[in-house]
């Protein structure tokens, strides 16, 4: 399918990517250290900790692991302080990559980021040259061979949610990011399990490339995501199946 979005072959390479059982629960608790220092470490009240804890929770992260991550963020135990920043850049071929980092170390985090990019032959981007052509959305994926595109429209519209495509056999739900989890409780509330679900960053389109250059950007955004300051990567890339290999 040549649709507009990729959801499913990006999840499949974030989640490629993420394949370390522990890296992966590093990110995860970062940010729900992070959401809780910055809105408090109730759930119910903290919209960004809900999102957080619910993606952990799709990871299997155990419970003590969640509660002692809230706990560090409102200082209730003793934790790091991580800074927020976004970084915008291009990949070979103009392609463009929107890279968020939690980190400790600014200097340490811009200096990776940037030797990543250089080596790969990308470069960074000017304030608002990329992010403009983002868009926040939450994104709930489900396997088509599990649900048809009615069943699951049915219920995800009704509950608020923008928009329902079939991509490549994946049933992904799009919505607006206070609306996620509202969509989100409304399909597993019908037993319905969801592959994926987060408040992501969505291109408005995308920029189809060869084998040779999708290659290229895997192996960028792989190298990306494995920096432990780097919490997601996005692109807008419309990368080949045999590149994906």
Same mark, same amino acid.
């Given at each position: =399918?040549?649709?507009?979005?990729?959801?499913?072959?990006?999840?499949h390479?974030?989640?490629?990517?993420?394949?370390?059982r522990?890296?992966?629960?590093?990110?995860?608790?970062k940010?729900?250290?992070?959401?809780?220092? =910055?809105?408090?470490?109730?759930?119910?009240?903290? $919209?960004?900790?809900?999102?957080?804890?619910?993606?952990?929770?799709?990871?299997?992260? $155990?419970?003590?692991?969640?509660?002692?991550?809230?706990?560090k963020?409102?200082? !209730?135990?003793?934790?790091?302080?991580?800074?927020?920043?976004?970084?915008?850049?291009?990949? $070979?071929?103009?392609?463009?990559?929107?890279?968020?980092?939690?980190?400790?170390?600014?200097?340490?985090?811009?200096?990776?980021?940037?030797?990543?990019?250089?080596?790969a032959?990308?470069?960074l981007?000017?304030?608002?040259?990329?992010?403009?052509?983002?868009?926040?959305?939450?994104?709930?994926s489900?396997?088509? !061979?599990?649900?048809? #595109?009615d069943?699951?429209?049915?219920?995800?519209?009704?509950?608020?949610?923008?928009?329902?495509?079939?991509?490549?056999?994946?049933?992904?739900?799009?919505?607006?990011?206070?609306?996620? #989890?509202?969509?989100?409780?409304?399909?597993?509330?019908?037993?319905?399990?969801?592959?994926?679900?987060e408040?992501?960053?969505? $291109? !408005?389109?995308?920029?189809?490339?060869?084998?040779?250059?999708?290659?290229?950007?895997?192996?960028?955004?792989?190298?990306?995501? #494995?920096?432990?300051?780097?919490?997601?990567?996005?692109?807008?890339?419309?990368?080949? #199946?045999?590149?994906? !290999?």
């Amino acid at each position: =399918m040549s649709g507009h979005s990729k959801w499913a072959t990006i999840k499949h390479k974030k989640g490629a990517a993420d394949a370390k059982r522990g890296q992966m629960f590093t990110k995860l608790i970062k940010e729900i250290s992070i959401a809780a220092r =910055m809105g408090g470490g109730d759930p119910e009240g903290n $919209p960004r900790l809900r999102t957080a804890v619910l993606k952990a929770r799709g990871a299997n992260m $155990p419970k003590d692991n969640i509660d002692r991550a809230i706990k560090k963020g409102t200082g !209730e135990l003793e934790g790091v302080n991580y800074e927020e920043l976004v970084y915008e850049a291009y990949a $070979p071929g103009g392609v463009a990559i929107l890279i968020e980092v939690l980190t400790d170390n600014k200097n340490r985090a811009a200096a990776e980021v940037r030797n990543i990019l250089t080596r790969a032959g990308g470069s960074l981007a000017t304030s608002n040259a990329v992010l403009r052509l983002f868009n926040r959305k939450g994104v709930i994926s489900l396997d088509g !061979e599990k649900y048809t #595109e009615d069943e699951v429209m049915e219920v995800a519209l009704d509950a608020g949610a923008d928009d329902i495509q079939n991509e490549d056999g994946e049933i992904v739900v799009y919505t607006a990011p206070d609306a996620f #989890e509202t969509v989100y409780n409304a399909v597993t509330a019908k037993q319905m399990e969801t592959d994926g679900a987060e408040v992501s960053m969505i $291109p !408005e389109s995308y920029i189809d490339v060869d084998k040779d250059a999708g290659g290229k950007i895997n192996k960028l955004i792989e190298k990306l995501e #494995e920096c432990d300051d780097v919490q997601n990567v996005y692109h807008n890339a419309n990368i080949p #199946e045999d590149a994906e !290999e």
